[in-house]
């Protein structure tokens, strides 16, 4: 397993991180435990969730059950210490978790309390704004996303607000660095000029999707993070299970994320058949696990601080660690940009 440093802050992580969002609905906590073992076994030292969690599917009923799962972890193994822990405060819109209001100051503090609490450790690692108020174009939202709805003033005194919280939790030792999630370039960048001009918490990462069939950060968010140190936290690396090849030909299996979740956030839609179909065809001409090769992709992009891998069973689990030990040829990586080229934006 290798290891990268977390954007300034000296945090160092493993390439492969450890995500969870199935556990609660898709894997019950004997099995979210055997996943973190066998983890940890095998060099995993960064673990990913948030508060939002489970999201197979959203629900009320379920919100936290995967905090308190990785606090249980710790408290029967006593191996705090041996991760880093990340997890989030949900933005705006869930009326189920505190009204719906969002990230600011309140809302932050009451959402670090309760992780802690389900957690049961007195201090998170790496605290991620899950994403931003104003709104964002990820999960599909590109289509109808109109940045000059939002309130300029109103934008950036809330981005500095929550600097301000961050801040605050640093200083109390109760947050060790803060990253942000579905976030853009301008936002970024606005945080990083904010923390720069008033002494505050630096942004450490940004986790948003990245995987074969959706490449946006090999550009602009790319340079920003050369320039800034502000490396990607890849979540849904094998865009939700599609590049596994488990749903061709319209197959569905049982207990797959698509067989509770539909199209899969709008992913399980006709323009990602074709593609799919050719990384698998390399995939299978070179002697590739799809799921590896497509992993194993993502370790090879020079902003990547760390892959988010998530299973609901532990072959799925073994083989997901394993693309670490798979090297890409370069004959392999010539034919996925020609694919890339061909279909360049698929999802």
Same mark, same amino acid.
């Given at each position: 397993?290798?290891?990268?440093?977390?954007?300034?802050?000296?945090?160092?992580? #493993? /390439?492969?991180?450890?995500?969870?969002?199935?556990?609660?609905?898709?894997?019950?906590?004997?099995?979210?435990?055997?996943?973190?073992?066998? *983890?940890?076994?095998?060099?995993?030292?960064?673990?990913?969730?948030?508060?939002? &969690? +489970?999201?197979?599917?959203?629900?009320?009923?379920? &919100?936290?059950?995967?905090?308190?799962?990785?606090?249980?972890?710790?408290?029967?193994?006593?191996?705090?210490?041996?991760?880093?822990?990340?997890?989030?405060?949900?933005?705006?819109?869930?009326?189920?978790?505190?009204?719906?209001?969002?990230?600011?100051?309140?809302?932050?503090?009451?959402?670090?309390?309760?992780?802690?609490?389900?957690?049961?450790?007195? =201090?998170?690692?790496?605290? /991620?704004?899950?994403?931003?108020?104003?709104?964002?174009?990820?999960?599909?939202?590109?289509?109808? @996303?109109?940045?000059?709805?939002?309130?300029? *003033?109103?934008?950036?005194?809330?981005?500095?607000?929550?600097?301000?919280?961050?801040?605050?939790?640093?200083?109390?030792?109760?947050?060790?660095?803060?990253?942000?999630?579905?976030?853009?370039?301008?936002?970024?960048?606005?945080?990083?000029?904010? #923390?720069?001009?008033?002494?505050? +918490?630096?942004? *450490? #990462?940004?986790?948003?999707? @990245?995987?074969?069939?959706?490449?946006?950060?090999?550009?602009?968010?790319?340079?920003?993070?050369?320039?800034?140190?502000?490396?990607?936290?890849? =979540?849904?690396?094998?865009?939700?299970?599609?590049?596994?090849?488990? =749903?061709?030909?319209?197959?569905?299996?049982?207990?797959?994320? *698509?067989?509770?979740?539909?199209?899969?956030?709008?992913?399980?839609?006709?323009?990602?058949?074709?593609?799919?179909?050719?990384?698998?065809?390399?995939?299978?001409?070179?002697?590739?696990?799809?799921?590896?090769?497509?992993?194993?992709?993502?370790?090879?992009?020079?902003?990547?601080?760390?892959?988010?891998?998530?299973?609901?069973?532990?072959?799925?689990?073994?083989?997901?660690?394993?693309?670490?030990?798979?090297?890409?040829?370069?004959?392999?990586?010539?034919?996925?940009?020609?694919?890339?080229?061909?279909? +360049?934006?698929?999802?």
């Amino acid at each position: 397993m290798k290891f990268n440093t977390l954007g300034r802050t000296g945090i160092s992580v #493993s /390439q492969i991180c450890l995500g969870t969002m199935t556990w609660g609905t898709q894997n019950s906590e004997e099995e979210a435990h055997e996943q973190m073992n066998y *983890a940890v076994e095998k060099g995993v030292n960064f673990f990913d969730t948030a508060e939002l &969690y +489970p999201t197979t599917p959203l629900s009320a009923e379920t &919100y936290g059950h995967t905090e308190q799962f990785i606090g249980s972890w710790f408290e029967k193994t006593g191996k705090r210490k041996d991760v880093v822990l990340a997890t989030k405060v949900a933005g705006h819109g869930r009326s189920y978790i505190r009204g719906g209001e969002g990230a600011d100051a309140k809302n932050m503090t009451l959402a670090v309390e309760a992780s802690l609490k389900r957690l049961k450790t007195d =201090y998170i690692d790496l605290y /991620q704004i899950h994403w931003p108020n104003r709104g964002h174009f990820h999960f599909r939202q590109n289509w109808h @996303y109109d940045p000059f709805k939002q309130d300029r *003033a109103k934008a950036a005194a809330n981005i500095l607000e929550i600097l301000e919280t961050a801040g605050t939790l640093v200083k109390d030792g109760k947050v060790r660095a803060i990253g942000l999630s579905n976030e853009t370039t301008w936002g970024i960048q606005k945080y990083l000029t904010l #923390s720069e001009q008033k002494g505050l +918490p630096r942004v *450490a #990462s940004v986790q948003n999707e @990245y995987n074969l069939l959706y490449r946006h950060f090999d550009l602009d968010l790319a340079e920003l993070s050369h320039h800034e140190d502000v490396g990607l936290l890849a =979540y849904s690396p094998l865009a939700a299970g599609i590049l596994s090849g488990k =749903y061709q030909n319209g197959e569905k299996p049982a207990g797959s994320r *698509a067989s509770i979740n539909g199209d899969l956030g709008g992913r399980l839609q006709p323009l990602q058949e074709a593609p799919t179909k050719a990384y698998l065809g390399i995939a299978a001409k070179h002697g590739l696990d799809p799921s590896a090769m497509a992993l194993a992709f993502c370790l090879t992009r020079r902003f990547m601080a760390s892959v988010i891998i998530g299973a609901t069973t532990m072959d799925q689990l073994k083989i997901d660690i394993g693309a670490t030990d798979v090297k890409l040829s370069h004959e392999v990586l010539d034919e996925i940009e020609k694919v890339h080229r061909q279909y +360049p934006m698929p999802l």
